[in-house]
């Protein structure tokens, strides 16, 4: 029997507040332990929970860019669990009526088109953090963390494979950091993501029973883990055994899923309305003037560079990764009307330095303005594409401008015609031989007579240039 494989989605995003969910708690990362905390959070005897209003923005912005509809009327709920980075004994969320519902995201994935839909998005508030030492067999709590606000996204099981789900992932995340609502940092526990996988017969309507995955923290563990997940349920099914309705661990050191514990139905968490919370009323005024807000989205965006600045659609995928990277791009494009050009020297180039460096592009030492006034010296002959990139890092990393480090490195291209056709002249009384290939039609040979030629130069002649003038001379 073959199988189809069938995967839902479960995202938390942790929202750009500076304060959390239902206190004033800073929710700054990296801070001393348990040094963010107050009776609210910490779910002290008498303590009352106030509902942040920028989160509730942030939440209607996301449901507005992921195409859901808002709910005027939403509540928050009490979701039981006993765990000890759980304070109150229970986590704040939304069950039934939640803030944004069915909506959808496209995708692009290997060529093709895919519609995730969004089954709901609500808001809710994070649990602490439990560090288990290596050593000394001890467990501490660390509740910083907890009040923080987050948003989960939840899909409709429309996905089929691990690309599907990184696609999808990577949407996801590149459209919460155009809308500046989450920091997309899965490392740090910004963006957390929890598939739910099964796999039923081919042709079959019926879903099987689904695994949740969780302690995801990259692409590539996304990736590895659902196609792990995929060949052992295919595994056991194919056996004759059963697949039991669990939640696993993705152990990445063994590169393998490891069983957590059985997985909860909703009425295992005793769901009921918060009693210190009223419902939350959201009006069509507040919600036009939050889609008001809304910029260009990262797809938009995309298929704008295609269309409008002539782009390979990986190019326009890359450039538009970030709001950040697509400002930079298109403050160059207005100084300099070169597209391509611009794109692969900040694909290569810029993008290398900023990499190595863990520089965001909105901090790079090399302005827009420094980087066309390099592209331009290539445009026009001045130095050559190889030259460029020779002075780029000392471009990023100093202060000088191209042109000072151009004179400096004394880099100009010899673009004269007297000079070169001199040098031509010499390197074809040198190379007789490949000088008759060439005029008895084998016209490959011409790389090598122009290797020759920029040899001579030491590398300083104009190869446009110089081939120009080596056709005009050997087809004389």
């Not at 002649?461 to 056709?471: G, I, M, T, W």
Request: net charge negative; with cysteine.
């Amino acid at each position: 029997m073959t199988f189809e494989t069938v995967i839902g989605l479960e995202v938390h995003a942790q929202l750009r507040t500076q304060s959390k969910m239902f206190c004033g708690c800073a929710t700054e990362f990296g801070r001393a332990p348990n040094s963010q905390t107050c009776p609210v959070c910490l779910g002290l005897p008498g303590s009352l929970p106030v509902i942040n209003k920028r989160a509730v923005e942030m939440a209607i912005r996301t449901g507005l860019a992921l195409n859901c509809s808002i709910r005027s009327t939403n509540i928050f709920a009490r979701k039981h669990y006993f765990y000890p980075d759980l304070p109150k004994g229970y986590q704040i969320s939304q069950y039934e009526e939640p803030i944004c519902e069915e909506g959808w995201i496209d995708l692009n994935v290997n060529g093709s088109s895919k519609r995730v839909r969004i089954c709901r998005a609500h808001l809710e508030e994070d649990a602490g953090k439990n560090i288990h030492a290596n050593e000394g067999g001890h467990s501490y709590v660390d509740l910083n963390r907890t009040g923080t606000p987050l948003l989960e996204i939840v899909t409709e099981p429309d996905m089929r494979s691990a690309d599907e789900v990184v696609a999808y992932l990577k949407s996801l995340r590149d459209l919460l950091v155009y809308l500046d609502v989450c920091d997309g940092n899965m490392e740090e526990g910004n963006l957390r993501c929890e598939p739910n996988i099964s796999l039923r017969p081919v042709g079959s309507e019926t879903l099987g029973t689904k695994v949740e995955l969780k302690n995801i923290n990259s692409f590539k563990n996304v990736k590895d883990s659902v196609e792990y997940e995929v060949k052992r349920q295919t595994k056991v099914l194919t056996e004759g055994g059963t697949i039991h309705q669990e939640t696993r661990l993705w152990n990445i050191e063994l590169g393998q899923t490891a069983v957590m514990r059985s997985k909860e139905a909703a009425h295992d968490y005793r769901y009921f309305p918060d009693p210190d919370l009223l419902p939350l009323s959201i009006n069509d005024e507040w919600i036009d003037e939050l889609r008001g807000t809304l910029q260009e989205l990262p797809q938009a965006r995309q298929q704008r560079f295609i269309t409008e600045h002539g782009l390979p659609e990986y190019d326009a995928g890359v450039l538009t990764s970030s709001r950040e990277l697509a400002d930079y791009f298109e403050a160059c494009v207005k100084q300099f009307a070169e597209p391509k050009t611009v794109s692969n020297f900040m694909m290569g180039e810029l993008l290398r330095e900023l990499n190595q460096a863990g520089t965001p592009v909105e901090s790079s030492p090399v302005s827009s303005e420094r980087l066309v006034e390099l592209l331009k010296l290539v445009h026009n002959g001045t130095i050559s594409l190889k030259a460029a990139k020779e002075i780029f890092p000392e471009m990023y990393t100093g202060e000088k401008s191209a042109a000072q480090l151009v004179d400096e490195k004394g880099l100009q291209q010899v673009s004269d015609e007297g000079a070169l056709e001199h040098m031509i002249q010499e390197v074809l009384k040198n190379n007789a031989a490949q000088v008759d290939q060439y005029r008895g039609g084998k016209e490959t040979v011409l790389g090598f007579i122009v290797g020759q030629v920029m040899k001579a130069s030491k590398g300083k002649a104009n190869p446009q240039k110089v081939s120009e003038l080596l056709k005009r001379a050997l087809s004389s």
